[in-house]
C-alpha cells in the first residue's frame, strides 16, 4: 500500500474529516423506516427526537455535501497545480483529471448498486468531468461564470424545493432501504436510480461550489494562513448564520408551527437548500479558523479527525458499507427499530470507528486503500 504524503494543509483534511461525520449521520438517517416521512406526521416526539430533527434541519441536510462541493473544487486546483508543476502539459492534465473523474463514476455506480442508492460519488465524478477545463480559466473568466450559474441554480433549487415539498411517493419508488424484502431488490434499486442519481450535479448547486472552491484554493484560503483569518472569519459568520436561519423556517413547518400549505412548504425547502449551500462554505471556513486557533495540532483528536479526512474515499466507501450492515433491513435490520436520535448516534459511532482506522493507517504511514487505488488507476494515463 502507498504511504502518505507529509506536508499538507490540515483545514481541507479536518473539514473532510468533519464532514463524513455529517454524511455518516445522514446515511444512517436514511435507512430509517420513515425515511422522506416529514417529522409533523410523528406524534408525541420526545425531547431528544425533537433534538436530532432540529440538528440535522439546521446544521446537516443539505449542508454536508455543499461542504464536500467546495473543498471538492479546492482539491482539484492543489490536484491541477501538482501536476503543473510536475512538467505535464495542459492535454496531459486534462487527461488525468478526466479519468479520475470516470474511475469516480465507476466507484459510484459499484457503491450505488451494492451499498447505498443514493450516493455522492458519481455526481462528483460528472462535475469534475464539466469543471476540467475551468481549471485553466482566470480568475475573471471563473467569476464571470459563476455570475451566470448561481442564478441559475437557485432557480433550479426553487423548484427542487417545490418537488421535496410533495409526498415522497409521487417523485421516487417509496421504497426505503428498510422497505426492500432481501438484498437483490437494494441492487435492482442500485441500477434503477443510479441515472437520477448521478445527475443530481444537475439540480443541486455543486459546480458553482466548486468553481467557489477553485477560487478560494487559488488565494489559498485554507493553508493555514494568519493573514486569512479574519476572511475566514467573515465568511464563517455570515455563512453560517445564513444557513441556519435559512433552516428555521423548514423546522418550523416540521415541527407544525403553521397549518401545512404547499406553496409555502416548498419556499421552505427552497430556502433550506439554498441557504444550506451557503452554509457548507461557511463550515468549511470555520474550520480554517479553528485550525488558526489549534495550539497543538498533534492532540489524538486533531490527528485522528485529519486522517480519516486524508482518506476520505476509503472513509466514505467504509462508512457507507458499515452502516448498510447496521441498518438495512436485509442486515442488522436496526432501521426499522432505532428513532432519530439513536440513528444520529449510529453514525457518530461508525464515524468513530472510521476516524480510529484511520488513525491507526497514519501512525503506521499508509494511505487508504480506496485512495490508493483511485490514484493508481487516475495515474495509468500519465507517462
Not at 428498510?178 to 445527475?199: D, L
Request: net charge positive.
Amino acid at each position: 500500500m502507498q504511504t502518505i504524503q507529509s506536508s499538507r494543509s490540515l483545514t481541507p483534511d479536518l473539514a473532510r474529516g468533519f464532514m463524513l461525520l455529517l454524511i455518516a449521520m445522514a446515511y444512517t438517517d436514511a435507512h430509517l423506516g420513515n425515511w422522506g416521512t416529514p417529522a409533523n406526521q410523528a406524534v408525541d416526539l420526545q425531547p431528544t427526537e425533537r433534538l436530532a430533527i432540529a440538528f440535522k434541519t439546521l446544521f446537516r441536510d443539505n449542508r454536508a455535501y455543499p461542504m464536500f462541493a467546495f473543498l471538492f473544487g479546492y482539491g482539484s486546483v492543489l490536484l491541477f497545480q501538482k501536476l503543473e508543476r510536475g512538467g505535464f502539459d495542459r492535454k496531459q492534465i486534462l487527461s488525468r483529471l478526466r479519468r479520475r473523474a470516470c474511475w469516480l463514476l465507476i466507484f459510484g455506480f459499484f457503491h450505488s448498486v451494492l451499498v447505498f442508492n443514493y450516493e455522492i460519488l458519481a455526481p462528483y465524478g460528472i462535475a469534475l468531468l464539466i469543471t476540467a477545463p475551468l481549471l485553466f480559466k482566470t480568475d475573471i473568466q471563473l467569476k464571470k461564470i459563476l455570475k451566470f450559474l448561481i442564478p441559475v441554480f437557485t432557480l433550479m433549487l426553487i423548484g427542487v424545493g417545490f418537488m421535496y415539498a410533495l409526498p415522497p411517493e409521487t417523485y421516487g419508488s417509496g421504497a426505503t432501504a428498510t422497505q426492500v424484502s432481501t438484498y437483490w431488490e437494494t441492487v435492482i434499486n442500485g441500477i434503477i436510480n443510479f441515472p437520477m442519481s448521478a445527475c443530481m450535479v444537475l439540480g443541486y448547486p455543486i459546480i458553482p461550489l466548486m468553481i467557489i472552491g477553485m477560487l478560494a484554493a487559488r488565494k489559498q484560503l485554507l493553508d493555514d494562513r494568519p493573514a486569512h483569518r479574519q476572511s475566514l472569519k467573515r465568511i464563517a459568520r455570515v455563512g453560517i448564520t445564513v444557513s441556519i436561519l435559512g433552516a428555521v423556517p423548514l423546522l418550523l413547518k416540521e415541527f407544525q408551527f403553521w397549518r401545512s400549505v404547499y406553496e409555502i412548504d416548498a419556499l421552505a425547502h427552497a430556502l433550506h437548500l439554498i441557504s444550506g449551500a451557503v452554509g457548507g462554505v461557511g463550515y468549511a471556513a470555520l474550520l480554517g479558523v479553528v485550525v488558526l486557533n489549534i495550539r497543538d495540532r498533534n492532540t489524538v483528536v486533531v490527528q485522528a479527525v485529519s486522517a480519516l479526512g486524508k482518506r476520505s474515499l476509503t472513509g466514505y466507501l467504509l462508512q457507507s458499507a458499515a452502516i448498510m450492515l447496521i441498518m438495512a433491513a436485509h442486515f442488522g435490520n436496526l432501521g426499522t427499530q432505532l428513532s432519530d436520535f439513536q440513528s444520529a448516534l449510529v453514525g457518530l459511532a461508525v464515524w468513530l470507528a472510521a476516524v480510529t482506522f484511520s488513525h491507526v493507517l497514519e501512525r503506521n504511514h499508509l494511505a487508504g486503500p480506496f485512495d490508493h487505488l483511485l490514484r493508481k488507476l487516475a495515474n495509468r494515463s500519465i507517462n
